[in-house]
C-alpha cells in the first residue's frame, strides 16, 4: 500500500443516531492523524455499483458539524442484497463485480465499512471476494453485534424509549391505563429490557424469555390491588403471542404484538389500555453523549487499523476500552439477551414482570 492511502468509508443497513460522528472521526483521523484522503460512498454499496461511482472527497469543513446530526449524510440502505440484487425486469443479479470494480475505480487502498451484523456478513464477503482490505464498525440500535459490548445507535434508541416511558407515566397515572409500549430490537430485546428498567415499567417483554398472559395480568392486578391503578408494559417488537405467532407489520417487518397485549389485558383485568408504537424515533434525531463518545474512538480506532494494515478486524468496544476483533467472529451469532445476565436480576429483583 502506498504511503499516502485513499481510504473509502460507506454506511449500510438501517441508520440510527451516530453513524456522522463516526464519519466525522474517520475523516479527521485519516486527513489530520495520517495526511491521508477520505473518500465517501453514497448509499452503502450502491454507490458503488453506480456509474460514476457515487462517491465523494471528503474534507475536514464538510464534516465539521456532523457530530450532533442524526442518519447519515452518506446515504444507507437495508435493502437489494448485492448478491441477489433485484433489477427493474424483474432479475436477480449477482453485483458484486460492479462492486469491487467501483471499489478498484475509486484507486482505495481500503474500506471502512459502518454496519450492523446483516451488512457487515456481505461487505465481508464482498471484500473477500474483491480483494477489499475492510474494516468494520458495528453500529446497530438493537446492540445485537457479538464480541462488542456498543454499538453506535444502542444508548440513544434506549434515551428515546427511556423519555417516552417518563412521559407515559404521567399520563397512565392521570387516566388509570394500561401504556404498552412497543419498541423495536429485532430478535433481541436489549432496548426493552434497559429502557423498561430505566423507565419504571410495570413489565418488560422479551423475546428472549417466553410469558403467559395470565402471569402478565396477575402483575397488572396486583398493582390494582396495591392502589396503583395504571401499569407501564415495555414489549419488544420480535414477541411472539403466547401461542408462538410471529406478528408482523408486512413485508418481514415487526410489528403489533403490543396491541395483541393490549387486547388481552383489557380482556383479563379489565384496564383501559392505548398503545404506542415507538418505531422509527428511536433511529432518528441527536446522538446521545455516549454514542458520539463511542462513534468517535470507533472512528479513529477503524483508521488505526488500516495503518497498522490490519484488516478483516471489527472494531470493539469491551472493559471500557476500544479494541479489535475478527469480523468472521463478530458476525458468526447475533448477541440476544441472556437469561442469567445482570440486567435481567435486576429486572427480577425489582419486581418487574419479564416473563417465566
Ligand atoms: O435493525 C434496526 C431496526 O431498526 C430494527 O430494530 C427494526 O426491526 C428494523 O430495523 C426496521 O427496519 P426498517 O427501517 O426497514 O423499517
Known sequence: MADKKRIGVLTSGGDCAGLNAAIRAVVHRAIDGYGWEAIGIYRAT?????????????????VDRLLVAGGTFLGTTNQGNPFAFPMPDGQLLDRTAEIVAGYHELKLDALIGIGGDGSLAILRKIAQQG?????????????????TERSIGFDTAVNIATEALDRLHF???????????????????????SAGIAGGADVILIPEIPYTVANLCERIRQRQIQGKNYSLIVVSEAVKTEEGQIIEAGDKRYGGIGQYLADRISECSGAETR??????????????PLDRLVASAFGVAAVDLVAEGKFDRMVAWQRREVIDVPIEQAIARYCVVKPESTLVKAARGLGIYLGN
Open 46 to 62: 450502491q454507490g458503488l455499483m453506480e456509474r460514476p461511482v457515487g462517491a465523494v472527497n471528503l474534507t475536514i469543513p464538510m
Open 131 to 147: 480483494n477489499i482490505n475492510f474494516v468494520a464498525i458495528p453500529k446497530t440500535i438493537d446492540n445485537d453485534v457479538d464480541m
Open 171 to 193: 399520563t397512565a397515572a392521570s387516566h388509570s391505563r394500561a401504556m404498552i409500549l412497543e419498541v423495536m430490537g429485532r430478535d433481541a430485546g436489549h432496548i426493552a429490557i
Open 275 to 288: 398503545v404506542i408504537i415507538l418505531g422509527h424515533t428511536q433511529r432518528g434525531g441527536t446522538p446521545s
